[in-house]
């Protein structure tokens, strides 16, 4: 890589590792959080492809081999990246359902609410985590319709916020290892950078 090409590559792939480690690390599942890491792996994005394809480019061979060892490194890189990060995120995502369940049970057996009410709420919770696998399940549903008595209404709501929390913390926290892994893959990747040369083919 040239001096420019080599500065702008180590720039994208650490403004690329830190997006994917703010996307580890996020406290809560809202999406405005996870604007800001994006936007981070976006520049990153642009600025390591642009330093590669410009370098890759600028050799005496033909345009076209230069395009194609390009492109092949790019599929290499996210074959690779594939087959070591989805056998984490899939052990994740059921660890994590598994350890919301185990805690949802726990908050509904705390729950002061009615205890036949409890009994219906934990049969559709189970149908609706079932009917909705694979992706992180919307409860509200499940508790209507509200109780009429005012004191069993807002028991109600808060055990429905409360499980709901719970589920959405476990599908963030599901994410946090792969994300993980990938910013420090990222960040290996500055050693080819740093130790490449400019080669005229």
């Given at each position: ?34 604007v ?17 394809t ?5 050799g ?23 087959l ?12 994590q359902?598994?350890q919301a ?20 709420l ?7 985590l ?18 009429s ?16 929390n719970?589920l959405?913390r ?11 892994l ?5 960040l290996l990747a ?12």
């Open positions: 890589l040239v001096p420019s090409a080599r500065a702008r590559a180590a720039a994208g792939a650490i403004l690329v590792s830190g997006g994917l480690g703010g996307l580890a690390l996020l406290p809560s599942a809202e999406v405005v959080l996870t800001p890491p994006q936007i981070l792996v976006g520049i990153g994005l642009s600025l390591v492809l642009s330093a590669l410009e370098t890759a480019l600028g005496r061979a033909p345009q076209a081999i230069h395009g194609g060892w390009t492109i092949s490194a790019r599929h290499a890189g996210v074959v690779i990246g594939l070591a990060l989805t056998p984490i995120f899939t052990h994740d995502i059921a660890v359902r598994s369940i185990d805690a949802g049970t726990a908050v509904i057996l705390d729950s002061p609410i009615n205890p036949l009410l409890k009994i219906g934990a049969q559709k919770i189970s149908d609706r079932d009917s909705e696998s694979g992706k992180v399940p919307t409860l509200g549903p499940v508790f209507e319709p509200l109780p008595d005012p004191g069993e209404r807002a028991e109600t709501v808060q055990l429905r916020d409360e499980l709901q719970q959405d476990g599908a963030t926290h599901a994410f946090s290892p792969s994300f993980g990938a910013a420090l893959l990222g500055l050693i080819p950078i740093g130790l490449s040369r400019r080669v005229d083919l």
